[in-house]
């Protein structure tokens, strides 16, 4: 499993877009990239998933470059509820066992 | 039920006892995972179970830890004889199936202190 390497923390202001960059220089051929969200005294959630160039949900979008050794997660005009730790993960589509990094901890202020 | 639960939600106990944490997977997922995050830190993965059987222990950190699950349905992780060390939010999660990263569903954690 590739291991990544994001920023430790972040912080932003309410209606900014905010772009997380993650590092996954050793990503291999099979592997996805993944970002999950975790709020204080909660479980993680899936946000976004991708293998290469742009993936857009309702939530966020992901911009995977063509050598695929980075990730970009942007959150488009954040609010204050967006405060959270963000977590890159990489791994193949049967990679049961998540690899959690420490995360980038996001703090969106009014 | 909607969502993955666990109980109890925080649990304080003296080193040296003994404590059960339970999880209560979505209805029909057949995975059921365990992960330990430490204050600050990320998740790191206890053991995997698919149905009732547990084809991957390699994350429990010692003997102390054991874990078990009852069909498709509830697990119970048990840490005999805790240490300070122990202390930490113990996640469980769920999927339909085996693998496919974006589809682990969390529960909200248990709490273990241990004084």
């Known amino acids: 499993l590739a291991k990544t390497t994001q920023p430790i923390s972040m912080d932003s202001y309410e209606g900014q877009e905010v772009n997380i960059t993650c590092s996954h220089n050793n990503i291999a051929t099979n592997d996805y990239i993944t970002w999950y969200q975790q709020f204080p005294s909660q479980g993680p959630r899936f946000i976004i998933q991708g293998y290469k160039t742009k993936v857009t949900n309702e939530v966020a979008s992901l911009f995977i470059p063509a050598d695929r050794k980075s990730s970009t997660l942007s959150l488009p005009r954040v609010s204050l509820s967006d405060t959270a730790v963000y977590y890159c993960l990489v791994g193949d589509e049967s990679s049961y066992k998540l690899i959690f990094g420490s995360g980038t901890r996001l703090l969106v202020r009014p | 039920g909607a969502g993955v639960s666990q109980s109890p939600s925080n649990k304080v106990t003296e080193k040296g006892k003994d404590v059960e944490l339970r999880c209560d997977p979505i209805?029909?997922?057949?995975?059921l995972y365990w992960y330990r995050q430490r204050l600050g830190q990320g998740l790191e993965f206890l053991i995997y179970?698919?149905?009732?059987?547990?084809?991957?222990k390699s994350g429990l950190p010692s003997d102390r830890f054991s874990a078990e699950r009852t069909g498709e349905s509830v697990s119970t992780l048990t840490i005999q004889r805790t240490q300070q060390e122990d202390s930490a939010v113990y996640l469980c999660a769920s999927s339909l199936v085996a693998g496919a990263p974006r589809e682990q569903y969390f529960g909200p954690g248990t709490r273990l202190t241990v004084t």
């Open positions: 209805s029909g997922h057949t995975a």
């Open positions: 179970f698919q149905g009732n059987s547990a084809p991957d």
